[in-house]
């Protein structure tokens, strides 16, 4: 059992101090539209060397890990999609369960030819990323979770019953009319109560990405997303039944988020932990504190084993 903390950076010039918006990719980056699983999945792509698939949250988009993917992209390949219904991914009419997703996550590097990767996710990601990996075990070398519990698994009923997590049972068609053309209320929410300052979270980030969760279909995918969880957790429990995860993994969590049950979330499902609390920050770790968050990603990965 390990243990990491990294302080958070600050000060002029720190990377902790992003420019108004969305980071851009590196400009060798290119963006596919990529068939996968009966869906396409839009997907960034840029680097060389061993590959580093990073699987972004609600909320958001695979355009959260822009500073992420410049500094991994220095030695490895780096692949980012856009999760199915998500961003600019297609919006197919159901299949929100995240061992589906997983299985198009699967797709995509069979479409890449990559046979295996680092794997890097966040919130939903997360979830995307464990049913990935549990039907993929021999794929994923190494395995960085941030800030996200997975269903079913460890202590889920009891973190399934703080009041902040109301938005898991407000889904269906009155929830969507109800947000429908007020998208950016709605994300607000997230973006405010769970952030250890609201303000870490730029206004042009949040124009960005309440456009695209306003887009024809968006919300009504990400409804879904959640109310998958429940079929989530069957498969969860399924997954752990059969044994945990071997590969070594880091789990990651804001001081002001989940912190430690992170990891205690991950020993439940996983045989080799290291737990990582990221001090002054809540949820949104890639924009509360990017500098500390990329450097534990980056040793972690760098380890010799």
Not at 44 to 55: D, S, T
Not at 82 to 87: H, I, N, Q, S, T
Request: hydrophobic content about 45%; aromatic content about 8%.
């Amino acid at each position: 059992m390990s243990r990491i903390v990294f302080a958070a950076a600050d000060g002029p010039g720190s990377p902790s101090q992003v420019t108004d918006g969305i980071e851009p990719f590196p400009a060798d980056f290119r963006t596919r539209d990529i068939p996968a699983n009966g869906t396409t999945l839009h997907v960034r792509v840029g680097g060389a060397g061993p590959a580093v698939i990073l699987l972004h949250g609600y909320g958001e988009t695979g355009d959260m890990w822009g500073p992420m993917a410049a500094e991994l992209a220095r030695d490895h390949t780096i692949v980012v999609p856009d999760l199915r219904g998500m961003g600019l991914s297609s919006r197919p009419a159901g299949s929100y369960d995240k061992e589906t997703q997983g299985q198009d996550i699967a797709g995509l590097l069979d479409a890449l030819n990559i046979q295996h990767a680092d794997l890097v996710t966040h919130d939903i990601g997360n979830m995307v990323g464990y049913a990935f990996a549990a039907d993929n075990p021999g794929r994923v070398t190494r395995f960085v979770i941030m800030d996200a519990p997975l269903p079913g698994v460890g202590p889920w009923d009891e973190i399934v019953r703080s009041r902040a997590l109301w938005h898991f049972s407000f889904q269906g068609p009155d929830a969507e009319r109800l947000v429908a053309g007020r998208e950016r209320i709605y994300l607000d929410r997230f973006w405010n109560e769970f952030s250890a300052d609201p303000k870490s979270f730029r206004e042009a980030s949040r124009e960005h990405y309440a456009r695209l969760y306003a887009q024809l279909g968006a919300m009504h995918a990400g409804f879904n997303q959640i109310a998958a969880f429940d079929q989530d957790a069957i498969d969860n429990k399924a997954f752990v039944a059969a044994g945990k995860l071997t590969m070594p993994v880091l789990a990651i969590g804001g001081a002001a988020s989940f912190g430690a049950t992170m990891a205690l979330v991950m020993r439940a499902a996983a045989t080799n932990v290291t737990e990582c609390v990221i001090p002054n920050a809540g949820h949104w770790l890639m924009e509360e504190q990017p500098a500390a968050t990329i450097a534990a990603v980056r040793g972690f990965l760098d380890r010799a084993n």
